[in-house]
C-alpha cells in the first residue's frame, strides 16, 4: 500500500527529522483545509516551504481554485526557496490548464526536496509531476499524511475516478430517530453547538442538495450563517423533476446573491424553466430529477465542477442516497428527546440501521456537542 512508503522512506531518518516532517506536513493539510468548498473543480492543496527548520513560504489553493498552492507558498518565500524542502498535500501538476505547471515553478525555485503526501490520480498528472521533479535532480518523498491528503481531497479523487462528487449525508435525529415531528411540523432536534458545526460544514462543501419536498415544507434558505461566513454559503442544489419551486420561495428569492440550481428532467415545461432563469436560477436538465436516477444527477453535478456534495434532505432523498449506495461520509447528529408517535423515519422506509449497522460504513470520530452528539461515518 502507498501508505506504508512512509515506514520505508522514514526508516533511517532521526526521530527529530520525522517529527519535523510530521509537523510540517500536518500544517500543509490544514492550510489546504482552508479552501475546502471555495477552490472546486480543483482540489483544496496546502503547501508549505522550510529552509534549515524554518518556515519560510507557507501557500493554500486560492479561491477559485488559483494560483495553486505550491506557487503561493514559493512566491512568499522567494529566495529563501534555494535549497529548500517543499511539504505539499498533493502531487504538483505537471501539465498545462489554465495556468502553468507547478512542477515548472518547483523546478525554477531551487527546491532541493519535495516531501509529497499522495499521488493525483488526474490522469494528466498520475505520477508525471513526480518523475518530472526527479528528473530535475530534486529529491522526492511520497506517502508522508497520505491518509489524511486522500480524505481531504476525497471529492477530487472521487470527481476524478468516478465521476460524481463525494457525497456527505447529513443527518439530525431525535433520540427515537426521526428527523420531524407529525404532519411535517417544525421540531427543534439539536441545539446550538451542533448547528453551528452543521454551518461550518456547509462552507466546506461546494454544493448542499436537498429535494422539492422538503423546499415546498420548510422553505429553506440553505446557506452557510455563520458570522462573517456568508460569502462563503455553498451552491444551493434543489431535486426537482417537475420543476414546481415556487417564485416566491426564499431560495428563488436569493438566487442572484447564493447560486441556486434546480435539476430537472428533460420533459419539464420549458415556461417553468424560462421563469426560473429570469430569477437568476440556473437550470439543470438531466435526463431525470427523480430519486431513482441519482446517478445521473450526480453525474451532471461533477460535470459541473462539484467535487464535495452535502445532502441535507429529506427523509426520502437521503434514503435514497443511501440504497443507491452513492454515500461516501455520513454526519449523525443526535439529540437527547424523542418526537413520539407519527415522527418522520430519518430515513423513510429504510432503518436507521441501514447506516449504523452496516457493514460499508465505519465509524471515523464521535464527539459531544454540548447536549448533542455528532458521530460520523465513512465509506469502508
Known sequence: MIFRILEDQYAQKSKEAKAADQRFMQLALSLGRRGL???WPNPAVGAVVVKDGVIVGRGWTQPGG??????EALRRAGEAARGATLYVTLEPCSHFGKSPPCVDAVI??????VVSAIEDPNPEVAGQGHAK???????????????EAAHD??????RIRDKRPHVILKLAVSADDKIGAAGHKPVAITGEAAKTRVHLLRAQCDAILVGIGTVLADDP???CRLPG???RSPVRVVLDRALRIPGTSRLVHSARETPLWVVGSQIAEAPAAAKLRAAGVEVIRAASASATELPVVLFALADNGVTRLLVEGGARVAASF??????DEIWLLRGPDAIGTGGIPALDALPLSAITGSSAFKTRASEPLGKDTLTIYERV
Open 322 to 327: 443511501v440504497a443507491a449506495n452513492l454515500v
Open 66 to 71: 488559483r494560483p495553486h498552492a505550491e506557487p
Open 37 to 39: 468548498g471555495r477552490t
Open 153 to 158: 481531497h476525497a471529492g477530487h479523487f472521487r
Open 108 to 113: 525554477a525555485s531551487g527546491i532541493a526536496r
Open 221 to 223: 434558505v440553505l446557506t
Open 229 to 231: 461566513m456568508e460569502a
Open 133 to 147: 521533479l526527479r528528473a530535475a535532480g530534486i529529491a522526492v518523498e511520497v506517502g508522508l499524511g497520505g491518509r
